[in-house]
């Protein structure tokens, strides 16, 4: 799927394919650096962090696992709430491992905030935060992110595995949703 395949529903491309190539190369080198010697492993949070699982795991020169959760963070209704439910947990103990999460975006921060006190808790030696955008201007709970991307407006956000109702995740870029679309102003604390 590319911009022509989205005719009008597309606003604009914020991030090319390249700019993602090229920065997820260059955290890859950051975490290679970083993890030598180490024995990682990297969590992906379904869905939307297949691509960048993908594209940061196949430029990373350190042997990683990979493990995937997910996690639901709105409960029922569209706005961020904070609620987070699991829908599926780690199939590896992480006790004394290494753990670098994967995101695709941090929105308001509640999902990733909740998810690193739960794999705190599980006794690490240590939790670090990859994502690959994340809105300085929706963020509700400070979190410490190690690497990142992007810092993007907050504009309702599409592609790269950032879905709206299930669509444009398999964008190669990232790009804005034409309000049209879902019936916005293009600024949103919505879930994307
Ligand atoms: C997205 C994203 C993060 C979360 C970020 O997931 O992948 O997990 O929202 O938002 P927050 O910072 O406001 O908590 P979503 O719940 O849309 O599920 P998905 O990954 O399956 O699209």
């Known amino acids: 799927m590319d911009a022509a395949d989205m005719g009008r529903d597309l606003e604009r491309v914020l991030i090319t394919e390249d700019e993602l190539r090229t920065k997820i190369k260059e955290i890859a080198g950051k975490i290679d650096a970083d993890y030598a010697g180490r024995d990682l492993l ?3 949070v379904l869905k939307g962090a297949v691509m960048v699982m993908a594209d940061l795991a ?6 990683v696992e ?5 996690v639901s963070s709105y409960g029922a209704g569209t706005k961020t709430s904070g609620v ?7 199939d590896t103990d992480i006790a004394g491992r290494d753990v ?7 929105d308001s921060g ?19 935060i990859c994502a690959a955008v994340r809105k300085p201007d929706a963020i509700k709970v400070p979190i410490d992110v190690k690497y990142v991307g992007f810092d993007i407006p907050n504009e ?6 950032l879905d709206y109702a299930e669509r444009y995740r398999n964008l190669p870029f990232i790009g804005t949703l034409a309000p049209h679309v879902y019936g916005g102003d293009g600024k949103t604390t919505e879930k994307r």
Do not use: C, H, Q
Not at 58 to 63: F, I, K, N
Not at 66 to 70: E, F, I, S, T
Not at 110 to 128: F, G, H, K, Q, Y
Not at 156 to 161: A, D, L, N, P
């Open 66 to 70: 990979m493990d995937w959760m997910a």
């Open 110 to 128: 509640l999902t990733l905030s909740w998810l690193v006190r739960n794999l705190r808790s599980r006794n690490p030696a240590s939790v670090e």
């Open 42 to 44: 990297i969590v992906g």
């Open 84 to 90: 987070v439910r699991v829908l599926k947990d780690l």
């Open 100 to 106: 670098l999460v994967v995101e695709d975006i941090i």
């Open 58 to 63: 196949r430029a990373l020169r350190v042997p």
């Open 156 to 161: 309702f956000v599409i592609g790269y595995g």
